[in-house]
């Protein structure tokens, strides 16, 4: 059955350091998402994918946030410089276009910034 | 403002009973409502919900959508342990980008042998 795929699992940081988080989507699903969920709330929206192009980067922290998805494929959210409050689980997920109700979620990297 | 509100936010039950988990929102242009259960990662799909008074069912758990009233429940009857896990409720509307998924914080149920 295919599965988003994320990687790391689990990372941990020392603030100020820059991280990176890589997601490889189910093949075939133009949209691809990345969630925060912190700890005992619900996850929120990063930013959103179609194909390469952003179409919803509004909660997403600019200053320190970055994401790309060159060939609108694989995509990788980095963060620099990392500080404690970004401790979380970022999620990936996708989707085929038009259906964005069926939205497929990785298995998530922990992030630990120390 | 679109928000999501859930309750209880924890739950502690026995094996074999039936709980209800509440799902209140404001939304200014609905589109679903959807319902997901998240064990130690990530969230994996249960119900989608766009219709007032038509149940879903899959198994032990149901769900049911009232647009008059802004508000879901998530059924489940004969609780097992295996359905112990973080059940999050989320909206999606219409508007600003397709997909956003408008997450309530969750319940954390427990169900004890």
């Known amino acids: 059955e295919a599965e988003v795929a994320q990687s790391p699992r689990y990372k941990i940081t020392e603030k100020s350091q820059a991280v990176a988080f890589w997601c490889d989507p189910i093949?075939?699903?133009?949209?691809l998402y990345w969630y925060r969920q912190i700890l005992g709330q619900g996850p929120e929206l990063l930013v959103q994918?179609?194909?390469?192009?952003?179409?919803?980067d509004s909660q997403l922290p600019k200053d320190r946030f970055s994401a790309e998805r060159l060939k609108g494929v694989d995509s990788t959210l980095k963060i620099q410089p990392a500080e404690l409050g970004d401790s979380a689980m970022y999620l990936c997920?996708?989707?085929?276009?038009?259906?964005?109700?069926?939205?497929?979620f990785g298995p998530g990297t922990r992030l630990t910034v120390t | 403002e679109d928000k999501v509100v859930q309750s209880p936010l924890s739950l502690v039950v026995h094996e074999g009973d039936t709980v209800t988990l509440n799902c209140s929102y404001e939304?200014?242009?609905?589109?679903?409502l959807l319902w997901y259960k998240q064990e130690k990662k990530a969230p994996t799909f249960l119900f989608m919900l766009?219709?007032?008074?038509i149940e879903k069912k899959s198994g032990r758990l149901s769900s049911i959508l009232d647009k008059k009233e802004l508000f879901s429940i998530l059924n489940i009857t004969a609780t097992q342990t295996g359905d112990s896990a973080v059940y999050l409720c989320?909206?999606?509307?219409?508007?600003?980008?397709?997909?956003?998924?408008?997450f309530g914080k969750g319940t954390k149920l427990s169900v004890k042998p």
């Open positions: 994918f179609q194909d390469e192009s952003v179409v919803d």
């Open positions: 939304v200014t242009n609905f589109r679903s």
């Open positions: 093949s075939g699903h133009a949209t």
């Open positions: 997920a996708s989707s085929f276009r038009d259906r964005e109700h069926e939205q497929y």
């Open positions: 766009t219709s007032s008074g």
């Open positions: 989320a909206l999606m509307n219409y508007g600003g980008s397709q997909g956003n998924l408008i």
